[in-house]
């Protein structure tokens, strides 16, 4: 393959808060403040996509100082908590670091701390996520997980509305618009932490999603993937005497939109250099070069980019150095979630070396993925389930969900429509369709492929999904083409988000989608490619049919 730098022309480049702490024995070790007024500190415990803050932090023109001891926290200036992960996992870091008493002392000082996610989770007094586990003990309350018994998709994904509560520097310009939440876990507001609550958001019910009192500051929602608004939070945090910006929005937000996805099949050319294709053939002149049209969909609008790396099944995952640094380069230019699938299993190099799909999907997530597509691997691992009705916990759905969370797995389905006349014939899920199959059949069942759809395998698309979602999968990714009854045969059936992805020709095969069905996404490749329909149209032409969209 072609070395990384011949992939694209792009470069890669108030008051003081309540001293709740102090009942967890907080440090009193005493070191001075950097007092760096560019550099801000970080603190990475080494779980997730922390680039994409990393990222972000460099974009506002700041450089950045990681956290290597406890003193590094007592001496930060400005200290950047982006959590990552399972509450637990991030508590027995931190405690086993002496992170944990470093923080609460650094907090108890009312130094300037901005938490993101599991950094604002962190700050309560326990999580009932595989526990109940202790917290840092800052804020009362206990953090909960969303309750899905009555319907209510978990995860909560995608851009939702904040309703601002406390007049905060931070939150100054976000007003009207839609940041981006990825969480299964939340805080709820109560009277004893209702003097830390900055904002609310409706999900189900209403959940803290900002806390501010004096210099500290957490936010539920990720600023680093929530486009120039989240730029703007960002900079409010780290140019705290700067005007800031008001990011223009032409409807204000009122709660979850629903999201709009560009997708890039990634596959390498004649020369060994990684282009954006769509079918056999590819046309590196027409459609262009990954991080190029991912960056220009960014800035079009789209809400989150999905890369498929269609070289995945050929090569070694490791090895495959220019898809990790196309992603590297898109996470320094594209501020919303990305995701990249292709390749992401167990493998044995040539050398005899093993390697797990945790391994692999650790090696994306470092190169800035927010979240991973597995395919083929998923519906084997479903088959074995629901089989012997046991979970190993050893396929790479299993493995990487309990490691990074559900919220960063996503399951791809690539099904073929089975006619039958009898929904009786087949032991699988059927539809009544709407437009008869060739010998006048009425119903048909949508059987899984793998190895790219060349291959069928036994099991439906409705088991797979309900399969997947109990082995740990947190959304579900249907690619079929003018289904929309599977799509609502399916998001009815999951409490998990369904994003639809149907060879969208026009912007009403947007809307068609989103009023037919509970599908929480659409995505779409060829028509964004070949510039056949704008993601601005689509956005405009869903605001026209009264869907709620970020714009």
């Known amino acids: 393959m072609a070395a990384a730098t011949s992939i694209n022309a792009v470069p890669c480049s108030a008051g003081r808060p309540k001293r709740r702490s102090q009942r967890r024995g907080a440090s009193t070790v005493a070191v001075r403040a950097s007092g760096d007024a560019s550099t801000v500190t970080l603190l990475d415990y080494g779980a997730g996509n ?35 992960g399972a509450f637990g996992s991030a508590m027995d870091v931190l405690t ?74 931070l ?36 959940f803290i999603s900002s806390i501010s009192m004096g210099n500290i500051q957490a936010v539920q929602f990720h600023p680093e993937k929530s486009g120039a608004t989240g730029l703007s939070i960002l900079k409010n945090f780290l140019s705290p005497n700067s005007s800031g910006s008001k990011v223009p929005s032409r409807r204000k937000a009122s709660n979850l939109a629903k999201r709009v996805i560009a997708c890039l099949d990634v596959r390498s050319n004649d020369s060994g250099d990684l282009v954006v294709t769509k079918g056999d053939q590819y ?19 789209a809400d989150e980019v999905s890369f498929l790396n269609i070289t995945g099944f050929r090569d070694f995952p490791l090895g495959d150095l220019p898809m990790l640094e196309v992603l590297r380069c898109a996470s320094e230019k594209v501020f919303v979630p990305l995701t990249v699938g292709g390749g ?65 797995v996503v399951v ?41 759809g060349r291959d069928s395998r036994p099991i ?16 579900i990714l249907l690619n079929c083409i003018d289904c929309d009854d599977l799509v609502k045969m399916v998001s009815d059936a999951v409490t998990i988000p369904v994003i639809a992805s149907s060879g969208a020709g026009t912007v009403e095969h947007f809307s068609e989608v989103f009023e037919k069905t509970n599908a929480s996404a659409a995505l779409a490749a060829g028509i964004f490619h070949r510039k056949e329909v704008p993601i601005s149209a689509v956005k405009e032409h869903l605001v026209d049919a009264g869907v709620e969209v970020r714009v």
Request: include cysteine.
């Open 460 to 475: 439906g698309a409705y088991e797979l999904a309900k399969a997947v979602e109990e082995l740990g999968a947190g959304e």
């Open 171 to 206: 939150l100054k310009g976000a007003e009207g618009h839609h940041v981006y939440f990825v969480h299964s876990y939340h805080a709820l507001p109560s009277d004893e932490n209702k003097e830390w609550i900055s904002s609310v958001c409706n999900y189900g019910e209403s």
């Open 344 to 408: 992401i299993r167990d493998f044995t190099d040539a050398n005899g070396r093993y390697y797990s799909s945790l391994e692999v999907a650790s090696e994306y997530f470092r190169s800035g993925a927010d979240k991973i597509s597995i395919g083929s691997d998923a519906v084997f691992a479903a088959e074995a389930y629901l089989q012997t009705g046991v979970k190993t916990g050893k396929s790479s759905l299993e493995q990487i969900s309990r490691v990074y969370g559900n919220q960063a």
């Open 50 to 84: 922390v680039r994409s803050v990393r990222n972000a932090i460099r974009h506002l023109g700041f450089g950045i100082r990681d956290v290597r001891s406890p003193e590094d926290i007592l001496a930060a200036d400005r200290l950047v908590f982006p959590g990552v």
């Open 412 to 452: 791809s389905i690539d099904p073929r429509r089975v006619y039958v006349k009898n929904p009786e014939e087949v032991q699988f899920k059927t539809v009544k369709v709407s437009n008869k199959g060739p010998l006048g059949e009425e119903y048909a069942w949508y059987q899984c492929t793998v190895s790219g």
């Open 96 to 169: 086993r670091s002496g992170m944990a008493d470093a923080l609460r002392e650094y907090i108890r000082r009312d130094r300037p701390f901005l938490g993101i996610c599991l950094g604002l989770q962190l700050l309560f007094d326990s999580s009932e996520e595989n526990g109940p586990i202790s917290g840092l003990g800052v804020i009362p309350g206990v953090v909960r997980r969303f309750d899905s018994s009555k319907g209510l998709i978990v995860p909560h994904i995608g851009w939702n509305a904040l309703e601002i509560t406390k007049d905060t520097q």
């Open 283 to 301: 046309d590196v002149r027409n459609l262009g070069k990954p991080v190029d049209l991912a960056s220009q969909y960014y800035i079009d609008g």
